[in-house]
């Protein structure tokens, strides 16, 4: 226990392994189509890592992070349809290329809009951000010869491993083993920055602007970095949605997404990665038991997130983290900032 | 030149929309510093009350009362219930309360209303141009929009600098600790800002709602943005400003999506407030202003 407690990253390492393998079992324990629901769950704690650090761990907000999903799932549309087999399926191979790429060009994008974003503050950056997600349709509509407009782009499902498919496993069992992987890669990496330099910069930036700066870092560096790591999971997550749904279009990757992931944000605990995990699975089961389930309104996952977004922001800004914590008993053990935790 | 006529003519008849929703964001910025994320889904839900009363009773003008009351009742509503603890919390907070209303509002609207019936708001009046020397210049409809919005700018500055409740409702906002002292109701002043923001809103949804083929929860998605562009255009702090913004964003999109291509209208308006947070982020109308840490 010792080496766990005084080595950051043996931690990480543990707790990433405890993800993989209760994920992995997740997968194996389900049929196809609760497989689906374990992709979508892992696809938006990806998405949802990032955004943590971006909003709880440095302040800045994005309301168009779907837009930058959105980007990852065109990357790998781009990229995989060339390079399918006879039966139109591509190896998991190929697969994990199409998704470096995508967080490839995401994080650059990140980084463009992050400088951007870096001279605006609060209010203002929720808004241009919101432009962002809201520009999304209108841009694959004007460049319909690459992005197909309204329609999108078809994504090639994986090809099924055959040692797998004898053992009775589907594609979507595939999809979902590849979504765990990545979130728990994101898991471990976003989890070593928060304790990384990197993530203290962001962190001082986020509490004291003129302090940060009177300690030699440059804000705007700081914010561009921020928004360039919450690309990076952003265009994982995106990707990854592309492959659930196969496809990209403007229609997946709108308000909505940007707003439930989110939502997943602030309910789990702002700035708490295993905050993150908590708000995704509210966000994700939330939709599933409410609409699936319970066969009651369509709207009413959005009305108890959009309530539970309030009260959470007015009675509880720590979220399911901050309560857990505090139901735990203890103070958290390095920061005493109310957004600090793991 | 018919061309030019006809995106110029357009270009203020949504421009003034768009101001109506800026001003709507400027009164409550003004006095809160909150940007009300809120403010299109809180819009839609007094066009829905139009559409409800004017079904019920047949009278279109009715309905339109019934709009303006339930966004000044609305507008108050939310600040009693939300804002007023969001006010005190940090930007963020505040700017997250709003999306989650925003998702609320609209979700309640979706399960009130079954999407089996299609809703419509018609215009105040006929949208057929009046021809002059056989060019078609301006529809009565466009007449009505851009003069209520002129009305409504009109009304609240007067409210605002030329009456007793105006003078308490800016003390409260720029010093509230002395307005306090001096027997303002600050609390009751900054409730009365949002039920006239509220307004402000709702008569952007009455002139908005019937340009769109279908009253949906989030037919003001794309508005409110629109909005929010002309508000930081016009520098969020004054009144003729997010009205000229609206005006002069209605007109840059309009031109955009007349001669290039209607679908770049909302990554123009991305650009157009991208290029004025850079260049001029204080807007055009605002005085300079430090940012406060």
């Given at each position: 226990?010792?080496?766990?407690?005084?080595?950051?990253?043996?931690?990480n390492?543990?707790?990433t392994?405890i993800?993989l393998?209760?994920?992995?079992?997740?997968?194996?324990?389900?049929d196809?189509y609760t497989?689906?629901?374990?992709?979508?769950?892992?696809?938006?704690?990806?998405?949802a890592?990032?955004?943590?650090?971006?909003?709880?761990?440095?302040?800045?907000?994005?309301?168009?992070h779907?837009?930058?999903m959105?980007?990852?799932?065109?990357?790998?549309?781009?990229?995989?349809?060339?390079?399918?087999?006879d039966?139109?399926?591509?190896?998991?191979?190929?697969?994990?290329?199409?998704?470096?790429?995508?967080?490839?060009?995401?994080?650059?994008v990140?980084?463009?809009?992050g400088?951007?974003?870096?001279?605006l503050?609060?209010?203002?950056?929720?808004?241009?951000?919101?432009?962002?997600?809201?520009?999304?349709?209108?841009v694959?509509?004007?460049?319909h010869?690459?992005?197909?407009?309204?329609?999108?782009l078809?994504?090639?499902?994986?090809?099924?491993?055959?040692?797998?498919?004898?053992?009775?496993?589907?594609?979507?069992?595939?999809?979902?083993?590849?979504?765990?992987?990545?979130?728990?890669v994101?898991?471990?990496?976003?989890?070593?920055?928060?304790?990384?330099?990197?993530?203290?910069?962001?962190a001082?930036?986020?509490?004291?602007?003129?302090?940060?700066?009177l300690?030699?870092?440059?804000?705007p560096?700081?914010?561009?970095?921020?928004?360039?790591?919450?690309?990076?999971?952003?265009?994982?997550g995106?990707?990854?949605?592309?492959?659930?749904?196969q496809?990209?279009?403007?229609h997946?990757?709108?308000?909505?997404?940007?707003?439930?992931?989110?939502?997943?944000?602030v309910?789990?605990?702002?700035?708490?990665?295993?905050?993150?995990?908590?708000?995704?699975?509210?966000?994700?089961?939330?939709?599933?038991?409410?609409?699936?389930?319970?066969k009651?309104?369509?709207?009413a996952?959005?009305?108890?997130?959009?309530?539970?977004?309030?009260?959470?922001?007015l009675?509880?800004?720590?979220?399911?983290q901050g309560?857990?914590?505090?139901?735990?008993?203890?103070?958290?053990?390095?920061?005493?900032?109310?957004?600090?935790?793991? | 030149?018919?061309?030019f006529?006809?995106?110029t003519v357009?270009?203020?008849?949504?421009?003034a929309?768009?101001?109506?929703?800026?001003?709507?964001?400027?009164?409550?910025?003004?006095?809160?510093?909150?940007?009300?994320?809120?403010?299109?889904?809180q819009?839609?839900?007094?066009?829905?009350?139009?559409?409800?009363?004017?079904?019920?009773?047949?009278?279109f003008?009715?309905?339109?009362?019934?709009?303006?009351?339930s966004?000044?009742?609305?507008?108050?509503?939310v600040?009693l219930?939300v804002?007023?603890?969001?006010?005190?919390?940090p930007?963020?907070?505040?700017?997250?309360v709003?999306?989650?209303?925003?998702?609320?509002?609209?979700?309640?609207?979706g399960?009130?209303?079954?999407?089996?019936?299609t809703?419509t708001?018609d215009?105040?009046?006929?949208?057929?141009?009046?021809?002059?020397?056989?060019?078609?210049?301006?529809?009565?409809?466009?007449?009505?929009?851009?003069?209520?919005?002129?009305?409504?700018?009109?009304?609240?500055?007067?409210?605002?600098a030329?009456?007793?409740?105006?003078?308490?409702?800016?003390?409260?906002?720029?010093?509230?600790d002395?307005?306090?002292?001096?027997?303002?109701?600050?609390?009751?002043?900054?409730?009365?800002?949002?039920?006239v923001?509220?307004?402000?809103?709702?008569?952007?949804?009455?002139?908005?709602?019937?340009?769109?083929?279908?009253?949906?929860?989030?037919?003001?998605?794309?508005?409110f943005?629109?909005g929010?562009?002309?508000?930081?255009?016009?520098?969020?702090?004054?009144?003729?400003?997010?009205?000229?913004?609206?005006?002069?964003?209605?007109?840059?999109?309009?031109?955009?999506?007349?001669?290039?291509?209607?679908?770049?209208?909302?990554?123009?308006?991305?650009?157009?407030?991208?290029?004025?947070?850079?260049?001029?982020?204080?807007?055009?109308?605002?005085?300079?202003?430090?940012?406060?840490?």
């Amino acid at each position: 226990m010792n080496v766990l407690r005084s080595s950051t990253l043996l931690r990480n390492l543990a707790a990433t392994a405890i993800f993989l393998v209760i994920g992995f079992l997740a997968v194996y324990s389900v049929d196809e189509y609760t497989a689906g629901t374990v992709a979508k769950l892992a696809l938006y704690i990806c998405a949802a890592l990032g955004l943590t650090v971006l909003v709880g761990g440095n302040g800045q907000i994005s309301l168009g992070h779907a837009a930058l999903m959105a980007i990852g799932a065109y990357t790998m549309a781009k990229f995989l349809p060339s390079r399918t087999d006879d039966f139109g399926q591509v190896s998991i191979g190929v697969i994990v290329v199409g998704l470096i790429l995508a967080i490839a060009v995401t994080t650059l994008v990140g980084a463009v809009i992050g400088v951007a974003a870096a001279r605006l503050r609060g209010p203002y950056l929720a808004g241009a951000t919101l432009a962002l997600g809201v520009a999304v349709p209108g841009v694959t509509t004007y460049f319909h010869d690459t992005f197909n407009g309204e329609q999108g782009l078809p994504i090639p499902v994986p090809r099924l491993p055959a040692s797998l498919e004898s053992a009775g496993w589907t594609i979507g069992h595939v999809v979902a083993l590849i979504a765990i992987a990545c979130a728990a890669v994101a898991l471990l990496l976003m989890a070593n920055l928060k304790r990384s330099a990197v993530g203290r910069h962001l962190a001082a930036v986020r509490d004291h602007e003129i302090s940060a700066q009177l300690c030699g870092l440059s804000v705007p560096r700081e914010q561009v970095r921020a928004f360039a790591f919450s690309a990076a999971t952003a265009g994982v997550g995106g990707g990854l949605l592309g492959l659930v749904i196969q496809g990209a279009n403007p229609h997946s990757f709108g308000l909505v997404l940007s707003l439930s992931v989110l939502g997943a944000v602030v309910i789990g605990g702002l700035g708490s990665l295993r905050g993150a995990i908590w708000g995704s699975i509210v966000v994700v089961y939330l939709d599933l038991i409410l609409k699936d389930e319970l066969k009651v309104d369509p709207n009413a996952p959005a009305a108890a997130y959009g309530l539970l977004l309030i009260v959470v922001m007015l009675a509880m800004p720590g979220g399911i983290q901050g309560l857990l914590t505090r139901l735990g008993g203890r103070l958290p053990r390095r920061s005493a900032q109310p957004q600090g935790g793991n | 030149m018919e061309r030019f006529i006809l995106f110029t003519v357009n270009g203020f008849a949504f421009g003034a929309i768009y101001a109506s929703v800026a001003l709507a964001l400027v009164i409550i910025w003004r006095a809160t510093r909150v940007l009300n994320f809120a403010q299109g889904a809180q819009a839609v839900a007094s066009a829905y009350v139009a559409w409800s009363v004017t079904d019920a009773t047949g009278s279109f003008w009715l309905g339109v009362l019934a709009a303006l009351v339930s966004g000044l009742v609305i507008g108050a509503l939310v600040q009693l219930t939300v804002f007023r603890k969001a006010e005190s919390m940090p930007h963020l907070n505040a700017v997250i309360v709003g999306v989650g209303l925003l998702i609320l509002i609209q979700a309640v609207l979706g399960m009130a209303y079954s999407v089996e019936t299609t809703r419509t708001i018609d215009a105040a009046f006929s949208s057929s141009k009046w021809q002059v020397a056989g060019t078609p210049l301006v529809s009565p409809q466009d007449v009505f929009v851009l003069g209520s919005v002129l009305l409504v700018m009109a009304g609240i500055g007067y409210l605002m600098a030329k009456t007793p409740v105006g003078l308490r409702m800016r003390a409260a906002a720029f010093a509230p600790d002395t307005a306090r002292l001096m027997g303002v109701k600050v609390s009751r002043m900054l409730t009365l800002g949002w039920a006239v923001a509220g307004l402000a809103g709702a008569v952007a949804a009455i002139l908005v709602v019937p340009t769109s083929a279908e009253l949906t929860p989030q037919v003001m998605d794309g508005v409110f943005v629109l909005g929010f562009t002309a508000a930081v255009v016009g520098g969020l702090d004054s009144l003729v400003g997010a009205v000229v913004g609206g005006l002069g964003v209605g007109l840059v999109l309009s031109y955009t999506s007349g001669y290039l291509s209607s679908d770049l209208l909302y990554p123009a308006a991305l650009v157009l407030l991208i290029v004025i947070l850079l260049v001029k982020p204080e807007g055009l109308f605002s005085a300079a202003q430090a940012r406060r840490v």
